[in-house]
Structure formats: structure tokens, C-alpha cells
């Protein structure tokens, strides 16, 4: 028989020896999912047993994940902000450094809350809904918000989502191209819009370029194009209502353009930008 803690030393080795990174790790989520258990439980128990059939469940796990495929597809979950999401290759994976959009997110809404303002928020190219439920979960007074993304099929995932938190009466789901489903001026624009350049692909890691989907990454030669675009319809649509802030996910080398195509749509607006745990600029604000 297979013991948990000779299940672990052979994945953990399995998936080294094909150069993964955090293999330990891995390993512990993946069995971790097929057990049913938390990892602390893994580290409890090392001379536990499991049977034949979770063995081979576990092993065959760790093939995919050894030939590159996401631990979050394979167990078909992501933790974010401290929620658990459902994922699958029709959506982006949630990454930590957007919990950074999220907390600036709540910070913007409490002031508004505070001032005896309900504001109305909208995140856009929302894929597994991960932002907007997640405000939705964090700050309860929000009485509804909107995400828009352009692929219907990103859509089932968010709508699968909103149903797990019980926010699907609040989060309207609209599919369409950046504003166009929506329906009224807003408070707050969320986004996390394709930043990756083609001309980057290169530097991807091989499991987020082979098997995450392309239209969520990449946007243009330098990952610019459709932000640019955003910009332009947000300034031109007049979705910002006065007193407005709009937060946005960008790539480590998009400060510069960024600001001074902004600067010229919105003249008077406070532009600020925001690092990363890892010291790239990646969140920009804009107070209308």
C-alpha cells in the first residue's frame, strides 16, 4: 500500500526531475484535492494510507502536471482574496497580484459608502468573475454590481461563481465588447484587460502560455493595444460619472505610455500607479 507520505515523495519527484517549480507544493494540492482534505492534514498523517484508486488518481495528476498543465485546472479551483473559484481553460486563473485591484477597489467603494454614496461599480473583461464577486462578498451594502466580458463561455464560468457565493442576483453578468453591454454610468470601472504582448510570449512561463486562454492574455506587439483602446471608449462613452475612479491591471512596462495617453484624455485627472509584491508597476488608478 501507498502511504500519503510516499504518495507526496514520489510526485514531489516526479514533477523535479521534469524541472516544475514548487513541486512539493503541488503535489500536496493535488493530493490534497483527490483525498479531500486540507494540506495540514497531509502534514498530520504522512503514514496514513490510500487506496489503490487515489494513488492512481494522484499519479495521474501529477503526469499532466508534469507535461505542464495549471494545478488550478487540474483540481478545477483557485483561491483568491481568500474565496475559493471555480476555473477551467475557458477562463484567465486569478493571480495574487490582483487582489491589489480588489483592495483598492474596496477602498474606493467604503469612502463613497462612508460619504452616504451607493455607488455603482462595474468590472469589465471579468472572465471567472473572481473581482466583482469578491467585492460583492467583501462590502454586503453594494446592492448590485455589473461584469461584462466578451466570451460567453468565460461568462458560464463567472455565472458558476456567483452562484458558489450567492451574489448572482447582485452581479449582473453582460456579454459584449469592453463598455458596450453597459447599461448606465458608473462610479467605479474595474478591469483586468489583456496586458501581455505578443512580443513577450516568449517569456511566459510554458504552462500559462500553452494552456491559458490566448484571448484573455495577449493584446498587441507590446500588450497595449486593447488598454488603449478602453481608455479612449471610457473617456468618449462618458461611463465615468463626475467624481469617479477607474483601477486598472497593467503589464511592468506600461507606466509611461499609459500615463501620457491618459494625461491627454483626462487632462484634470489624479493618475497614480501602484506596485506590485514584486516592485513592477501594476495597478493604475484614475480619479476623475
Known amino acids: 500500500m501507498t502511504t500519503i507520505g510516499d504518495a507526496l515523495e514520489r510526485g514531489a519527484r516526479v514533477l523535479t526531475d521534469a524541472g516544475q517549480q514548487s513541486t512539493r507544493l503541488d503535489a500536496q494540492v ?23 484508486e487515489q494513488a492512481q488518481q494522484f499519479f495521474t495528476l501529477i503526469e499532466q ?8 485546472y487540474l483540481t478545477g479551483h483557485k483561491e483568491f482574496y481568500g474565496l475559493d473559484f471555480l476555473v477551467d481553460k475557458r477562463v484567465l486563473i486569478p493571480r495574487p497580484e490582483t487582489e491589489l485591484l480588489v483592495e483598492s ?8 459608502l462612508v460619504d452616504g454614496q451607493m455607488p455603482l461599480v462595474a468590472d469589465i473583461g471579468t472572465g471567472s468573475g473572481a473581482i466583482p464577486i469578491t467585492l ?15 466570451s460567453p463561455e468565460a ?31 458608473v462610479d467605479l470601472l474595474t478591469a483586468n484587460l489583456p496586458y501581455v504582448g505578443t512580443e513577450e510570449m516568449d517569456l511566459l512561463a510554458p504552462d500559462v502560455r500553452t494552456y491559458e486562454p490566448h484571448l484573455a492574455l495577449f493584446s498587441g506587439p507590446h500588450g ?10 471610457v473617456q468618449e462613452s462618458g461611463t465615468l460619472k463626475e467624481g469617479a475612479v477607474m483601477l486598472l491591471e497593467i503589464g511592468y512596462q506600461q507606466r509611461e505610455p499609459l500615463a501620457s495617453v491618459l494625461h491627454k484624455l483626462w487632462p484634470q485627472a489624479a493618475v497614480t500607479f501602484q506596485k506590485d ?6 495597478l493604475l488608478q484614475v480619479a476623475i
Open 65 to 72: 502536471r508534469r507535461h505542464g498543465e495549471p494545478v488550478a
Open 224 to 233: 497595449l493595444d486593447l488598454l488603449l483602446r478602453f481608455c479612449k471608449e
Open 277 to 282: 509584491y514584486s516592485g513592477w508597476d501594476r
Open 30 to 52: 493535488l493530493l490534497g484535492y483527490v483525498l479531500g482534505v486540507e494540506r495540514s492534514t497531509l502534514y498530520a498523517y504522512p503514514e496514513r494510507e490510500i487506496t489503490p
Open 136 to 150: 460583492a462578498v467583501e462590502e454586503p451594502r453594494l446592492s448590485y454590481l455589473y461584469a461584462s466580458d466578451l
Open 105 to 112: 477597489a474596496l477602498s474606493v467603494i467604503r469612502r463613497k
Open 155 to 185: 461568462l458560464q464560468v463567472a455565472y458558476l461563481n456567483c452562484q458558489l457565493h450567492h451574489v448572482e442576483t447582485r452581479v449582473r453578468l453582460l456579454q459584449g465588447d469592453l463598455l458596450a453591454p453597459l447599461p448606465e454610468p
